[in-house]
């Protein structure tokens, strides 16, 4: 099983990104898929999650209505919008899946998500 995330980098306070998590050895259609974030010094915290299944939706408070997650079953990937990224968004943000929610069986290598002007 391994997740691959790409798509962090360095964005001014205001702007967008868009994390990508490509999943492979496992049966996607059936996973949870999740993205965590860890910034220096804090706890790792949950961000976001969708059901592959149903298509289901989770939000933190932290993200909901900047951030949104989705998926494209066809090519195996996850995908995290985040918009109006402000300097506390900064982290860097791991790809989770699991067979339940919140996913946390398996994670991915990170990619950092840098917001300064």
């Known amino acids: 099983v391994q997740l691959v995330e790409s798509g962090g980098g360095l964005v001014q306070p205001g702007g967008s990104l868009r994390l990508s998590c490509t999943a492979s050895?496992?049966?996607?259609?059936?996973?949870?898929m999740g993205w965590y974030r860890q910034a220096p010094g804090q706890e790792r915290e949950f961000v976001a999650a969708?059901?592959?299944?149903?298509?289901?939706?989770y939000y933190s408070d932290s993200v909901k209505g900047r951030f949104t997650i989705s998926h494209d079953k066809a090519k195996n990937t996850a995908y995290l919008q985040m918009n109006a990224l402000k300097p506390e968004d900064t982290a860097v943000y791991y790809c989770?899946?699991?067979?339940?929610?919140?996913?946390?069986?398996?994670w991915g290598q990170g990619t950092q998500v840098t917001v300064s002007s």
């Open positions: 989770t899946g699991g067979s339940s929610y919140p996913p946390q069986e398996k």
């Open positions: 050895g496992f049966t996607f259609n059936k996973y949870v």
């Open positions: 969708i059901r592959q299944g149903s298509g289901r939706t």
